[in-house]
């Protein structure tokens, strides 16, 4: 069972990874429009991976989903704690 991550600022469980310098192999990516009524135009939600061959790059770094702060490295602390201490 996985505990969540909980942001050191706002307290929330969710966030986003953003992936900066990526090369991306044979990579599938999907962009969510939205029909903004107001603007009476598509508003692109951004690209997203879905799949790939093959990912390198070159910084990542996390920013909570409520207050949009940087919890990179708290969400590295979060990963590692998570991890199985042995596999039996
Ligand atoms: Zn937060």
């Given at each position: 069972m996985a505990r969540p991550f909980r942001c050191p600022?706002?307290?929330?469980h969710d966030y986003a990874i953003v992936l900066t310098g990526?090369?991306?192999?044979n990579a599938t990516l999907e962009e969510?429009?939205?029909w903004d009524e107001e603007q009476q135009?598509?508003?692109?939600?951004g690209s997203?991976?879905?799949?790939s061959e093959g990912m390198e790059n070159e910084g990542a770094t996390a920013v909570c989903?409520?207050?949009e702060?940087?919890?990179t490295e708290a969400v590295r602390q979060y990963e590692a704690?998570?991890?199985p201490a042995t596999e039996a």
């Amino acid at each position: 069972m996985a505990r969540p991550f909980r942001c050191p600022k706002c307290g929330s469980h969710d966030y986003a990874i953003v992936l900066t310098g990526c090369n991306l192999t044979n990579a599938t990516l999907e962009e969510m429009l939205t029909w903004d009524e107001e603007q009476q135009d598509y508003v692109s939600g951004g690209s997203v991976v879905v799949d790939s061959e093959g990912m390198e790059n070159e910084g990542a770094t996390a920013v909570c989903a409520e207050c949009e702060e940087d919890v990179t490295e708290a969400v590295r602390q979060y990963e590692a704690s998570q991890e199985p201490a042995t596999e039996a």
